[in-house]
């Protein structure tokens, strides 16, 4: 995902390249891989050890594309990917050609906010089967081809983490 700092003209590209316990990651940030383990998160804020080093994050304003925090007393605003659904519905089935790939996933760790279609519903690729919310922010979990919704694999409230089926989809 590409972020842009606040007065700053460098585009910084980060992502997560590998779960490696149920609160640790592995990250790329700036072409460099980093371990990052996340030791709290509540509301608004969140505290984590990256290389070995503690960092705590408070959100003060989030919108769209958005995020304005304090990470170790600095305030900071940083504009995010703006294509963020399309990566989601890209990354969740919906860049694959034809219609082998039955289960929709999820792409992000994150709280589920609504579900859209319930089981039976028909729906086209591309309509919202759930919302999610992660950091703060509401992601849209878009189907990744036409058909039916066999089944519903989570609940509104609950959490999913990256990779979990979302839904069946024949």
Do not use: W
């Amino acid at each position: 995902m590409k972020y842009k700092v606040q007065d700053s003209d460098e585009i910084v590209n980060g992502e997560i390249l590998e779960k490696i316990s149920q609160d640790e990651y592995r990250v790329k940030i700036k072409d460099s891989e980093h371990i990052l383990k996340i030791l709290n998160i509540n509301s608004g804020v969140m505290e984590f050890v990256l290389d070995n080093q503690f960092h705590t994050v408070r959100y003060l304003d989030n919108q769209t594309s958005e995020m304005k925090f304090v990470i170790d007393g600095s305030e900071l605003t940083v504009n995010m990917n703006s294509h963020l659904d399309e990566i989601v519905f890209k990354n969740s089935g919906g860049a694959e050609t034809g219609n082998a790939q039955l289960n929709l996933r999820s792409q992000i760790p994150g709280k589920v906010v609504s579900i859209n279609a319930g089981e039976g519903t028909e729906v086209k690729k591309g309509d919202v089967v759930c919302v999610l919310e992660s950091m703060k922010m509401q992601v849209s979990v878009k189907s990744h081809k036409d058909g039916v919704v066999k089944t519903i694999k989570i609940k509104e409230g609950n959490s999913v983490n990256k990779n979990d089926i979302i839904a069946e989809i024949e």
